[in-house]
């Protein structure tokens, strides 16, 4: 363990304390470790590039801009393997909310979400990551095809 000195606005701090309070905290130090050890586990640089996640890309883009809803399908439709499902809200007459949710490598993930998030037309880009295991050792048998589905006779 070190000991750092940082310098932080009295806003951030007070932030930082807040938030302390809310969870219950024991310490500051406490507080900002598990508040980077987040913030680390949401954009993936604790994950292996090459391992599987589930993420939430989240973004407001002006839909007539560029004809970016157009280009943000088609970005979709060529990466259909990673797009699991999206949201679409009409926000206003400009702006349109996106929720994607997708699947794939933490590095594909990141990649995709590079690409719409710095879409110039693009705002509040915001990709979670989620860890997902083999799916093994939840006591549920993991079946694809034959024997996903069991058709009892009689
Ligand atoms: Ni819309």
Known sequence: MQRITISIDDALLETVDRLGRQRGYQSRSEAMRDIVREAAVADGSVMAGDA???????????????????????????????????????????DCLEVMVLRGTVYQ???FADAVITQRGVR???LHLIPIDSGEGHGHPHLHGHGAHQHHQG
Do not use: I, W, Y
């Not at 407001?60 to 259909?80: K, N």
């Open 52 to 94: 599987p996640c589930m993420a939430t890309l989240t973004f407001v883009f002006e839909h007539e801009t560029r004809d970016l809803a157009r280009r943000l399908t088609l970005a979709q439709h060529d990466h259909h393997e990673l797009s699991v499902s999206t949201l679409h809200v009409h926000v206003d007459h400009r």
């Open 109 to 111: 993930v990141k990649a």
């Open 124 to 126: 509040h880009g915001s």
